[in-house]
């Protein structure tokens, strides 16, 4: 039996072992840094296999490494299983109908990327196991990827320096190897303190925080225009001062963040903003406190590890869809408005542009054979893998889990990631991590490690890791 059919087999006659855990991390949706329970699940799901857990690293609760085996090659595979907020709503229905109300939900797939991942690394576990290999296996648990940045906690604690290669993925809504680079990212609050005054009868004895706030989003503005041209500035208000108009502000605050294609350029652009914001309490009168709160490094792919994962990815196969999730699929194609195929990658899929809109027109989902594009492309987006990629030469697929044109964090995310189309691209990215782990130590003379880790020296660098945000940042819990 080949290795793909090893792995398919195995994953196959265990499918409902693993449906079972991302259905109940599903109906325990937790936020960033919270996710006790599917912590706890996916730990007992591993050890229950033979791994070693090593809990709390990188000082957060719900972060967590698992190790199976030992010596070299030593390969990682990364799991997330944080949800996001205000995204509650019952599994497979095609309106909105939320669980509970304003409540989390899993509208980015991370029930099933968590429960993929360590899918795969019990595969790759039991590969070794029957076929007498050396080398370790090693599972992470990475809490908070959305909006917390936990891989670049992990990273600053040296957790992936030793690893030979690392793989991960994410649902899609298309099956190909992840060729895109995507952005690095930095985040700040910036809180400024006045004095309050009544504005009619003492406007002389006010120190207006939120005029500071005003100041500082202007002098952004006139920023945006000295930017590198792949840097991005995003802002929000988090305390706009109070609803009285006739009080003068004491207290208001906004975040921003910062975007660019290197950590580099979005480090060296927040400072610039940090700048302005001082500069806006001075012309104010007000004193500005600056709070870190998160950031990715720029995911750089390792095209050594992306070709082989083309290669399982090929030998995997699509997936097969029967007439209920297609029936799913369009209802919940219909519940979606304006044009939903922006945004969407085709390059990755060998479609021409004609071609992709009119496989959208009469595809509901993705049933095409997928292969390695050698095309780069640069997504506007940002991911805490990109601190991984940093540190190890790292790999990832993209895997159909939902209808094409569903937009990731919405409503009808949350109600197909709980779904058979979700399950199935979840077994799908299991298969295809596996075969391509395996495949790595499968290969005794260790070539394809030390191409991947050749094209790392070039495209990265073996230097030491440089953490997006501050030393001294900690995880909130």
């Known amino acids: 039996m080949s290795l793909c059919k090893q792995i398919v087999s195995y994953l196959e006659e265990n499918r409902d072992v693993f449906i079972s855990a991302s259905c109940d991390i599903w109906d325990h949706p937790e936020l960033a840094f919270h996710e006790d329970y599917a912590c706890a699940r996916l730990t007992g799901l591993l050890e229950g296999e033979g791994f070693q857990i090593t809990p709390h690293v990188a000082g957060m609760s719900t972060a967590f490494v698992a190790q199976w085996g030992a010596g070299a090659p030593v390969v990682g595979i990364m ?38 991942s360590a899918a795969a690394a019990i595969a790759v576990r039991h590969y070794l196991e029957d076929h007498g290999l050396p080398g370790t296996v090693r599972f992470y648990g990475c809490p908070a990827e959305e909006g917390g940045s936990g891989k670049a906690y992990m990273a600053r604690a040296g957790l992936f320096q030793d690893l030979d290669a690392a793989f991960c993925w994410h649902p899609s809504r298309y099956l190909s190897p992840w060729m895109a680079r995507m952005n690095a990212i930095t985040a700040a609050e910036f809180w400024f303190q006045g004095v309050a005054a009544h504005a009619a009868s003492a406007p002389h004895m006010g120190r207006s925080a939120l005029d500071a706030c005003e100041l500082m989003n202007v002098g952004a503005n006139y920023l945006r ?27 208001a605050g906004l975040k921003y963040i910062v975007r660019s294609s290197t950590i580099e350029d979005a480090v060296a652009v927040r400072k610039r903003v940090e700048d302005i914001a001082r500069g806006a309490a001075l012309m104010t009168g007000t004193t500005v406190s600056i709070r870190y709160t998160e950031g990715s490094s720029n995911y750089v792919p390792n095209i050594v590890l992306t070709q082989l994962m083309g290669q399982a990815v090929e030998e995997v196969g699509p997936i097969i869809y029967d007439e209920a999730d297609y029936a799913l699929a369009r209802k919940i194609r219909d519940s979606l408005s304006g044009d939903c195929t922006k945004g969407i990658a085709w390059e990755f899929t060998g479609l021409s542009a004609d071609e992709a809109r009119e ?119």
């Open 79 to 116: 799991g997330e299983y944080d949800a996001l907020p205000n995204l509650s709503q019952q599994a497979e229905h095609t309106e909105r109908a939320p669980i509970v109300e304003g409540g989390p939900g899993h509208g980015c797939g991370h029930n099933l990327l968590g429960t993929g």
């Open 225 to 251: 225009e000295h930017l590198p041209p792949t840097a991005k500035l995003h802002y929000a208000y988090l305390d706009a001062g109070g609803k009285a108009p006739n009080i003068i502000p004491e207290r």
């Open 359 to 477: 496989y959208y027109q009469t595809h509901v989902l993705y049933d095409r054979p997928g292969k390695f594009i050698d095309r780069e492309y640069h997504a506007p987006a940002s991911t805490d893998v990109g601190d991984v990629s940093h540190c190890v030469p790292t790999a990832q697929v993209e895997v159909p889990c939902y209808t094409i044109g569903t937009p990731n964090h919405t409503w009808q995310m949350t109600a197909q990631t709980r779904s058979t189309i979700g399950q199935k691209g979840m077994l799908e990215a299991a298969k295809c991590i596996a075969v391509c782990a395996a495949k790595l130590f499968d290969d005794r003379d260790g070539g394809l490690i030390r191409a991947a880790r050749q094209e790392f020296e070039r495209t990265v660098g073996s230097g030491s890791y440089v953490c997006p945000f501050p030393d001294d940042l900690t995880p909130p819990r």
